[in-house]
């Protein structure tokens, strides 16, 4: 299939429409203001408009573009919510603030690149084949999420909205009638198709010790539950090399992260405290299933226990959450391959990634998921931003695999 005469992305309403969404802060719990714009978008663009309301001030959005019959389904998929808020002290640069700035060929601002950068592009390439006439055969849908940021709610500190994240939206949204043959997820991918992606579990190891007062601690600060714990994260750096090769994917080793360590009172360090607690995130790759990484992850800590009878050790998993993969020869990525090839004058690379995704609740509901989006990189010290002519060249892509998934009237 060639270009269509006609197809063009307006580089000015693409710029307008990605720096609308930026100005709209929604960080994980708070995407209602991008929902409510992004539903006069599609109404203005005569899609059917359903409005899933998730949870309280949390919708997803979904337009669908009906088409004339005998085609696919296709989806594109991306989630509102953003990584930060603009209010952390430690990320001061201004691609980390809710406030859209075009420097040059770039465009600065907070979710530009995850993901609001790829709504702008979808949007703008089903303008796109409006302004020409273009009657697809299958139904073209835009699905905006709420709750893909990794994050989760854990104990009775963490509670609420702003931690419901892991796919929260899309699970939702597949209940709810967000089906799809296939989906694109314009997550940030440099342009490559992302055959895979690992999974996550979340796990807590916990010590326990006395909790008694600093001046009866004499002689005993081998049982305070800090102290123990630092045995037990000896252990887990001396065990992760081992997950790493186990778990390799794609070429790459797996990957575990110590991402947080609580135990004590920073307002009371005259008393020991009764339990430290560590968190690991440990990412499973998609041909390991869930169930079989936790029994592999019980067996370890079984053995951890054993080592450390006098500790009181004990572990929870709060946070399960399936990779996805789809095949190199699948028709949505030989459409993307092929709209590629036709924009950049090459083919696309191929990758696997230890991100995680929506395609993880997707493709458990048949939909084949393929991660392929602008970006440029992960955000240096000013933030994230993306290049204008990658956004424009972007939609272009998705307009033309639109046409090749879902077919044209002649």
């Given at each position: 299939?060639?270009?269509?005469?006609?197809?063009?992305?307006?580089?000015?309403?693409?710029?307008?429409?990605?720096?609308?969404?930026?100005?709209?802060?929604?960080?994980?719990?708070?995407e209602?203001?991008?929902?409510?714009y992004?539903a006069?978008?599609?109404?203005?663009?005569?899609?059917?408009?359903?409005?899933?309301?998730?949870?309280?001030?949390?919708?997803?959005?979904?337009?669908?573009?009906?088409?004339?019959?005998?085609?696919?389904t296709?989806?594109?998929?991306?989630?509102?919510?953003?990584?930060?808020?603009?209010?952390?002290?430690?990320?001061?640069?201004r691609?980390?603030?809710?406030?859209?700035?075009?420097?040059?060929?770039?465009?600065?601002?907070?979710?530009?690149?995850?993901m609001?950068?790829?709504?702008?592009?979808?949007?703008?390439?089903?303008?796109?084949l409006?302004?020409?006439?273009?009657?697809?055969?299958?139904?073209?849908?835009?699905?905006?999420?709420?709750?893909?940021?990794?994050?989760?709610?854990?104990?009775?500190?963490?509670?609420?909205?702003?931690?419901?994240?892991?796919?929260a939206g899309?699970?939702?949204?597949?209940?709810?009638?967000?089906?799809?043959?296939?989906?694109?997820?314009?997550?940030?991918?440099?342009?490559?198709?992302?055959?895979?992606?690992?999974?996550?579990?979340?796990?807590?190891?916990?010590?326990?010790?006395?909790?008694?007062?600093?001046?009866?601690?004499?002689?005993?600060?081998?049982?305070?539950?800090?102290?123990?714990?630092?045995?037990?994260?000896?252990a887990?750096?001396?065990?992760?090399?081992?997950?790493?090769?186990?778990?390799?994917?794609?070429?790459?080793?797996?990957?575990?992260?110590?991402?947080?360590?609580?135990?004590?009172?920073p307002?009371?360090?005259?008393?020991?405290?009764?339990?430290?607690?560590l968190?690991?995130?440990?990412?499973?790759?998609?041909?390991?299933?869930?169930?079989?990484?936790?029994?592999?992850?019980?067996?370890?800590v079984?053995g951890?226990?054993?080592?450390?009878?006098?500790?009181?050790?004990?572990?929870?998993?709060?946070?399960?959450?399936?990779?996805?993969?789809?095949?190199?020869?699948?028709?949505?990525v030989?459409?993307?391959?092929?709209?590629?090839?036709?924009?950049?004058?090459?083919?696309?690379?191929?990758?696997?990634?230890?991100?995680?995704?929506?395609?993880?609740?997707?493709?458990?509901?048949?939909?084949?998921?393929?991660?392929?989006?602008?970006?440029?990189?992960?955000?240096?010290?000013?933030?994230?931003?993306?290049?204008?002519?990658?956004?424009?060249?972007?939609?272009?892509v998705?307009?033309?695999?639109?046409?090749?998934?879902?077919?044209?009237?002649p």
């Amino acid at each position: 299939m060639k270009q269509r005469a006609g197809i063009q992305i307006d580089r000015r309403s693409i710029v307008e429409t990605a720096s609308d969404l930026v100005n709209i802060s929604s960080p994980t719990g708070e995407e209602q203001g991008v929902a409510e714009y992004l539903a006069r978008a599609f109404h203005d663009m005569r899609l059917h408009v359903q409005w899933q309301e998730v949870e309280e001030g949390r919708p997803n959005v979904l337009g669908t573009w009906r088409g004339e019959g005998g085609g696919k389904t296709l989806m594109f998929n991306g989630h509102m919510d953003t990584s930060y808020s603009g209010r952390e002290p430690w990320l001061a640069g201004r691609g980390f603030q809710p406030e859209a700035r075009v420097e040059g060929d770039y465009l600065f601002g907070l979710g530009i690149s995850n993901m609001k950068g790829a709504l702008a592009c979808y949007v703008e390439a089903v303008r796109a084949l409006q302004a020409a006439g273009v009657r697809l055969k299958g139904d073209l849908l835009i699905a905006a999420v709420v709750g893909e940021i990794e994050k989760t709610q854990w104990g009775e500190e963490f509670r609420g909205k702003e931690y419901r994240g892991y796919a929260a939206g899309s699970r939702h949204l597949v209940t709810h009638g967000g089906v799809a043959d296939m989906c694109v997820l314009g997550e940030p991918t440099e342009q490559r198709i992302v055959l895979g992606h690992y999974g996550s579990i979340w796990l807590r190891l916990s010590t326990r010790g006395p909790f008694m007062h600093t001046a009866f601690s004499g002689g005993r600060s081998e049982e305070n539950s800090i102290a123990r714990m630092g045995d037990v994260l000896r252990a887990v750096l001396d065990w992760i090399p081992d997950w790493q090769a186990r778990t390799s994917y794609g070429g790459k080793p797996g990957v575990v992260n110590v991402g947080s360590i609580r135990g004590g009172f920073p307002w009371r360090v005259s008393r020991t405290p009764g339990r430290t607690d560590l968190f690991l995130d440990v990412r499973v790759p998609p041909t390991m299933p869930m169930a079989e990484a936790r029994t592999a992850l019980g067996d370890w800590v079984r053995g951890l226990q054993g080592r450390f009878p006098d500790y009181g050790l004990d572990w929870e998993i709060y946070v399960s959450a399936p990779g996805a993969e789809i095949a190199e020869d699948h028709e949505l990525v030989r459409a993307i391959d092929a709209s590629h090839t036709e924009v950049y004058g090459e083919a696309p690379e191929r990758d696997t990634v230890r991100w995680f995704s929506d395609a993880s609740v997707l493709t458990r509901y048949g939909i084949a998921t393929v991660n392929y989006g602008t970006s440029s990189g992960l955000p240096g010290a000013e933030g994230e931003n993306l290049e204008i002519k990658g956004l424009v060249d972007t939609a272009q892509v998705y307009a033309l695999t639109a046409q090749r998934v879902c077919g044209v009237e002649p």
